[in-house]
């Protein structure tokens, strides 16, 4: 979330990619279920939009994380293996650009944003 | 500051060169040791529901803590925990990147450049359920805790607890019911005094490991915060 004193819509940040990277990881189906509880969905799925990585539903169901392979597998992809290497987070009120460089994303606040 | 053990070196032996040769990253030394040491130790203990599924470390450097737990979690038969390292020095974020890579777990771990966890207090609030963190616990002028650079990896100000005490308010409310946060300070930084804050906010506090290195006295402290 946006973390700049005063912004009302902090959440979430757009994504600016301009370098991707794709790293293989271990598909641990359990790992994604203990995830989607966490997540946003919707933020997640807007983010992936981003990044123009389609295939995630609108809603997931109980079924979809039990037994959906194929779902799981987007899912996991999407989430683990994906990574914005060059890009930027944008805060959704200010427009604020947070880079991201080497995979890292600066978060760090100036001064008059503290 | 305490001169590395070097058998301990060998568990994550590949930590970033970055650490040691520009000296601008703080490289392990006891107390990175000792931290991660106990935080493995500790986790024998931990029941099957008690398998931290956030886990968080606060001020990575060379990322020599999150490595070792990172691993330490993959290994694990119910693995699968969500790994975040953050760091206010942006050399010591691409060091941890580069000693989580070392040993094939930068797929498993974030790391980013911040100030402790403020963009994060939101979206974390009671979800973190394992805390590191190896803070600035030197005393100092204040002056120098606001310094950046290398510094920013040992300057506490005064009684060495100007960086403890504001990470500690605001993680407090990111930690689970029942999840944890291991800490180091030295004696002079008060520990029963952190402990009694913590007490306050509803956690559990404990010394659980001490070790004198070279002229400090090194505890980890233990938070549990009660249900």
Redesign the interface.
């Known amino acids: ?3 700049i004193k005063g912004v009302t819509n ?2 979430p940040f757009k994504v600016e990619a301009e370098q991707v990277e794709n ?3 271990d598909f ?1 189906p ?2 994604l279920r ?2 989607y509880a ?1 997540l946003d969905w919707k933020a997640f799925k807007d983010t992936a939009e981003c990044l123009k990585l389609d295939g995630l539903p609108e809603s997931v169901s109980e079924d979809m994380l039990k037994s959906d392979e194929g779902f799981l597998r987007t899912f996991h992809h999407i989430l ?2 994906v990574e914005v290497e060059e890009g930027a987070l944008i805060c959704p009120e200010t427009g604020r650009r947070f880079p991201i460089h ?8 100036n001064e008059d944003e503290c | 500051m305490s001169r590395p053990r070097n058998a301990n070196l060998a568990r994550i032996k590949l930590v970033s060169g970055l650490a040691f040769s520009k000296q601008d990253v703080y490289e392990p030394a006891e107390d990175s040791f000792l931290l991660a040491d106990v935080i493995l130790a500790e986790s024998a203990d931990w029941g099957a529901g008690q398998v931290p ?2 886990f968080v470390e606060i001020g990575s450097g060379s990322g020599y803590v999150v490595a070792s737990v990172a691993s330490m979690l993959r290994n694990d038969k ?5 790994c975040l390292a953050v760091d ?1 020095n ?1 050399v010591a ?2 060091a941890t ?1 580069e000693t989580l890579s070392n040993h094939a777990l ?3 771990v974030d ?5 402790a966890l ?6 974390l609030e009671g ?1 973190v359920d394992l805390v590191a963190f190896n803070p600035p616990y030197v005393l100092t002028p204040d002056e120098e805790v606001s310094r950046g650079g290398i510094a920013a990896a040992w300057a506490g100000g005064h009684k060495g607890r100007a960086v403890i005490d504001r990470v500690m308010e605001m993680v407090a409310g990111t930690i689970a019911p029942d999840g944890r946060m291991y800490m180091i300070a030295i004696h002079e930084n008060e520990p029963e005094e952190i402990m009694e804050e913590m007490r306050r906010r509803g956690f559990d506090a404990a010394i659980v490991a001490t070790q004198v290195a070279d002229e400090e006295v090194l505890h980890v402290l233990r938070f549990i915060r009660q249900c």
């Open positions: 979330e946006c973390h902090k959440y790293c293989e990881c641990n359990d790992f203990r995830m966490k683990l293996e080497k995979g890292i994303p600066n978060l760090l606040l | 599924r956030v119910t693995r699968g925990c969500y206010i942006r974020c691409v990147k930068d797929g498993n790391v980013v450049n911040c100030d403020v963009p994060f207090l939101g979206r979800a």
